[in-house]
């Protein structure tokens, strides 16, 4: 049997950048980093690099990069003057693991 040579394969066409795709989802939506990675098909740790970098460039975009801090679930502890936007590993209050993931988005500012 004759066997044909492999034709190349072409990857889909992308119009946009995966960090426009990203803060399109945080426009419309206020989004944990779980979700943006099910929304555009990469993995959560690489949604936090992205994510810090618009954070970092939202003074060029008109538009300021909210954040939902993080939250125990069992003693109620909020996680206010955290800096980092991975969720943190346990309350420091009383060691839990148990925690809510913080949540972003972006919210527009016209001049």
Known sequence: ????????????????????????????????????SMAVHIAEREVYDHLEHIRRTMHATGGRFEITPAECKMCGFVF????????????????NQAIHEPLFRIVPQFD
Not at 80 to 95: D, M, S, T, Y
């Open 1 to 36: 049997m004759k066997s044909r040579p492999k034709q190349p394969t072409v990857p889909p066409l992308q119009l946009d950048t995966m960090r426009h795709e990203i803060i399109r989802l945080l426009e419309a939506e206020t989004v944990s980093a779980r979700d943006i």
């Open 80 to 95: 206010a003057h955290r800096e980092r936007l991975k969720k943190p590993g346990k309350c420091p209050v009383c060691r």
